[in-house]
């Protein structure tokens, strides 16, 4: 059963709260102030005494040292150690108990610091009364130099000891005065609490009564004037303070009531600005007005869903084609600069989606025996996770999405793969999306994105889309550069070709020049030759002609053949051969180009001379006899092999008839051409060579 009060009873009851609340307020501050008082006079009490003989304590050892000093100098050596022995063993000892008593309140590290004080001190002493019993004992004394030394250390070391024990005096001291002055701190602190407890209760008591008169006429003013403003269909911003007593049941009735319509107002206004989530109660299963506002929100609630889910498709619809325009448009004016473009569109791509993270990955083919993924931009990355710019396929996840050419989206993604930093601190990301860049199933790169939000599937579904338009442009670019490499490759040899050519081109120059020359000088000796040959078978027409020619003039032209036939062997080679091929005669100068013997020629036919099968078949001299009788002459350039270097000679094969106008045999002419030869082949190379790079560079531009 719940009880309620009356207004006179609850005005007693604060009166005799306040009353025990003050008498209590004294009492621990009384008691406070007690034991403070009684553990800060329980130190004083010990350290002051404590002190005081830490002082009789450096005394003592001072005159330790003093008479033990007097003994070591033979000054009143009996009565000193008399004096030493009483001081060591009464006094000192005494002093000892006392502060050893005395240090059991002490802290601990004060207690060891006087132990360790004890210590030195006991070992100093028994060192000294050693000295003095040497010294005054003859059998095992020490010289006097032996024992001042030890005398001078010993006091060095009473002197630290003195050092210390006034050390630690002072801080017993320095403690003595802090626990003196909190002492006095505190009894002041006590005086001050007295008087503003006091000044407190009695501004307490005061704001009692005034709250005790408000509680009974501020409420019924209050309900009044509410009450008045509801009849005019205003709602009171305030509620009415309610309480246990009879006005406050009225007030909290009244206030029932007030925030009910204010609920009805409230989710009017909701309903009215489409919030159609709000929760609403009735005031009761018979609130008509309640009800049928819960069937207006359900009913609009309901169409209000349907328009929604249509506003956010085309709000997806939208947001899908304003991206794919704005990247188509940034796309069509890419560079040729790989690195930038990857960073514009990776910025625009983050931007764009409102990611925090974010990285672009090319598929990097142009070993095809190292085949790997490169990092050329990213948004915000941590520096450790890609120190290494390079992933090979199959490697993390974003290796394993070109293996398997699937995009990858994770929600709880694994410990330690991101982190994003930002000014508030590292956390990891709540989404995580790895998308294939393809074209028709060829991956040219990967784009790695992490946010702090979940990505939707929409937007996963537009990167997917927007990849096959950024995997076309990378692989545009890549060809752009590839074709602008080869380009520039090909400009460098064309320069070095063009330059290669004018070298070749002088050198052909000069070349033909000399070929040319040479070429002149063989036709103005051949042309000689002709001459000669002409005028010999003139002279000999005209012997078969003249029967009746005196044998002077048989003589004479005897002799002028053989002048001719001298001037030919000179110029030119020559040989005869049998109709059946066979070698009957040839001169000096054909005998040193084929570098061999007149009998050694005999031997030999003139297809032995050939090795190349083709030019044997055509000297072959049942072949060219035919030609050479119905037209009188016939020349051949062929190719020797002389002492294994080719040879190459220009023949001219001409019949001769004995006296009757018969075949008898051949005879050839025999001019050395190798230079010129050699010298057009070298010409024909360079020329082959020059017409080679020029088509190998055409093919590659």
């Given amino acids: 059963m719940k009880i309620r009060f009356n207004i006179a009873f609850k005005v007693g009851i604060s009166y005799g709260l306040l009353f025990i609340l003050w008498i209590a307020g004294i009492y621990i501050a009384q008691l406070s102030f007690e034991r403070s008082s009684k553990d800060k006079s ?7 005494p404590a002190s005081k003989l830490l002082v009789d304590l450096a005394l003592d050892i001072s005159k330790s040292k003093q008479y033990s000093k007097e003994i070591v100098y033979n000054n009143n050596v009996h009565e000193n150690k008399k004096l030493l022995a009483d001081l060591q ?8 108990s006392q502060l050893i008593a005395f240090s059991n309140l002490w802290r601990e590290d004060k207690s060891k610091q006087l132990l360790n004080i004890f210590s030195k001190t006991d070992s100093l002493f028994f060192e000294q009364k050693m000295l003095v019993d040497q010294k005054t004992d003859n059998n095992l004394g020490n010289s006097a130099t032996t024992n001042i030394e030890i005398n001078k250390k010993l006091e060095s070391d009473a002197e630290n000891i003195v050092a210390s024990v006034y050390e630690l005096s002072i801080e017993l001291n320095e403690r003595i005065n802090k626990n003196t002055k909190e002492l006095f701190t505190s009894i002041e602190n006590i005086q001050n609490i007295y008087f503003w407890v006091g000044v407190a209760l009695f501004f307490v008591i005061l704001i009692i009564v005034i709250g005790t008169v408000r509680d009974i006429v501020m409420p019924i003013k209050h309900l009044s004037r509410t009450l008045k403003k509801m009849n005019k269909g205003e709602l009171p911003d305030k509620l009415i303070k309610t309480g246990s007593d009879e006005i406050g049941q009225m007030s909290k009735s009244l206030n029932n009531f007030i925030i009910g319509l204010k609920k009805i107002s409230k989710f009017s206004q909701e309903i009215g600005e489409e919030n159609y989530t709000v929760d609403f109660k009735p005031l009761g ?23 929604m889910i249509r506003r956010k498709e085309n709000f997806q619809r939208s947001w899908t084609s304003q991206g794919l325009a704005e990247f188509s448009e940034m796309l069509r004016e890419s560079k040729d600069d790989l690195e930038e473009l990857t960073n514009q569109i990776l910025v625009k791509l983050i931007r764009y989606l409102d990611a925090n993270v974010g990285g672009l990955f090319i598929l990097n083919d142009e070993n095809k025996d190292d085949v790997f993924l490169e990092l050329l931009a990213f948004y915000a990355y941590d520096r450790r996770k890609y120190i290494n710019k390079r992933i090979e396929v199959g490697e993390s996840l974003v290796g394993q999405c070109v293996l398997e050419n699937e995009t990858i989206f994770m929600t709880e993604i694994p410990k330690d793969y991101l982190h994003i930093t930002s000014g508030t601190g590292r956390d990891n990301p709540r989404s995580l999306l790895i998308v294939p860049l393809k074209l028709n199933e060829e991956v040219y790169g990967v784009v790695e994105l992490a946010s702090f939000r979940t990505i939707e599937k929409y937007q996963i579904e537009f990167v997917e889309k927007i990849g096959e338009s950024i995997a076309s442009t990378l692989s545009s ?13 090909s400009n460098e040899k064309s320069q070095r070709l063009t330059k290669q050519e004018k070298e070749y081109k002088k050198q052909i120059d000069d070349m033909e020049k000399s070929l040319n020359n040479l070429k002149q000088k063989l036709t103005d000796e051949q042309e000689e030759h002709k001459k000669l040959i002409a005028n010999y078978q003139l002279d000999i027409l005209n012997l078969r002609k003249q029967n009746d020619i005196s044998d002077a003039n048989k003589e004479k032209l005897v002799i002028e053949m053989k002048n001719i036939a001298r001037s030919l062997d000179n110029a030119i080679g020559t040989y005869s051969l049998s109709i059946n091929g066979e070698f009957l005669e040839a001169n000096d100068k054909y005998l040193k180009l084929v570098k061999l013997s007149l009998k050694d020629l005999k031997e030999k036919r003139i297809s032995d001379l050939i090795i190349d099968d083709s030019v044997r078949q055509a000297v072959d001299i049942h072949k060219f006899t035919p030609i050479l009788l119905s037209e009188q002459k016939y020349e051949q350039k062929n190719k020797y092999i002389i002492d294994g270097e080719p040879v190459w000679l220009k023949e001219t094969f001409t019949p001769l008839y004995d006296e009757h106008g018969k075949f008898v045999k051949i005879f050839c002419i025999v001019k050395d051409e190798t230079d010129i030869t050699k010298t057009d082949i070298e010409k024909n190379a360079v020329i082959e060579k020059l017409k080679s790079d020029v088509k190998k560079l055409k093919q590659r531009v």
């Avoid at 670019?477 to 490759?489: M, P």
Wanted: charged fraction near 35%; hydrophobic fraction near 30%; charge should be positive.
């Fill in 42 to 48: 329980k130190i004083i009490e010990n350290y002051q």
């Fill in 89 to 96: 063993e009464v006094s000192y000892n005494k002093t000892k």
């Fill in 285 to 307: 299963p018979k609130d008509e007005l309640g009800n049928s506002l819960l069937l207006m929100r359900d009913n609009l609630k309901r169409a209000f869903r349907e328009n």
């Fill in 477 to 489: 670019v890549k060809v752009n550069i590839h074709t602008s490499k080869l380009l520039q490759e």
